[in-house]
């Protein structure tokens, strides 16, 4: 079973500054599976990345998705007010996972 | 695309489930639906898919045995059904349409179910 693991846990920053997260699997993955959500407080889980770096049409380019193997990273290139939330990154497929999280919050 | 879920329950511990979820705007045979839940605070957990056209099923090792996921193609529905519930299946209870090859991209409002004696 592939385990995907989430860094930081958290990550305190302004509007306007650059956010990169962290998503390592335990084993080598296909790039094609591997996705980003954003969650907001009591809302389901909104799809952003798909096979690792493609974005899901109408999500601002600010975002952006790269990686492969284990390594894989979610970059918000300048923090919008409303992009402050938790983002799940997620290995789909035949055996699907996600991440634990990382909760992007305000400084 | 839209799907809508059934309301929120409390439910015993030892007591069956069984959540719905509406499919609307799309062909619903031609995707799958897959069950994600969410206990408060935590992560998001993949309990398992059903191929809505087919019916076959692909679940969680840890939800085997103890899960059911099923369609019913004529009213475009899902349903979820866990027994022998615990405490710990306190969550809220997502279907998300999924067609495996990409990842689920529309996703019900979600169903909080309560374990509680």
């Known amino acids: 079973e592939i385990v995907l693991t989430q860094s930081p846990g958290t990550l305190s920053l302004s509007p306007g500054e650059r956010a990169t997260l962290s998503c390592r699997a335990s084993?080598?993955?296909?790039?094609?599976?591997l996705a980003w959500y954003q969650q907001k407080p009591g809302q389901a889980p909104s799809l952003l990345i798909y096979?690792?770096?493609s974005r899901v049409t109408g999500i601002p380019d600010r975002f952006s998705g790269s990686g492969s193997g284990t390594d894989f990273t979610l970059t918000i290139s300048r923090l919008e007010p409303e992009d402050f939330a938790v983002y799940f990154c997620?290995?789909?497929?035949?055996?699907?996972?996600f991440g634990p999280g990382t909760k992007v919050d305000i400084k | 695309v839209q799907l809508v879920q059934s309301g929120a329950e409390v439910k015993k511990p030892g007591a069956a489930l069984k959540v719905s979820c509406k499919a609307s705007?799309?062909?619903?045979?031609?995707?799958?639906i897959s069950w994600v839940r969410q206990a408060p605070g935590q992560g998001l957990e993949w309990m398992g898919w059903?191929?809505?056209?087919?019916?076959?099923?692909n679940y969680a090792q840890q939800f085997q045995g103890r899960v059911t996921m099923t369609t019913d193609t004529s009213t475009s529905t899902a349903y979820m059904e866990l027994r022998s519930l615990r405490s710990d299946d306190s969550a809220v209870y997502y279907c998300?349409?999924?067609?495996?090859?990409?990842?689920?991209?529309?996703w019900g409002q979600g169903t909080l179910v309560t374990v509680s004696s």
């Open positions: 096979s690792a770096s």
């Open positions: 084993q080598s993955i296909s790039s094609n599976y």
């Open positions: 997620h290995l789909y497929g035949s055996s699907p996972t």
């Open positions: 998300a349409r999924d067609l495996r090859l990409v990842p689920p991209d529309s």
């Open positions: 705007g799309y062909t619903f045979t031609s995707y799958g």
């Open positions: 059903i191929n809505a056209f087919k019916g076959n099923t």
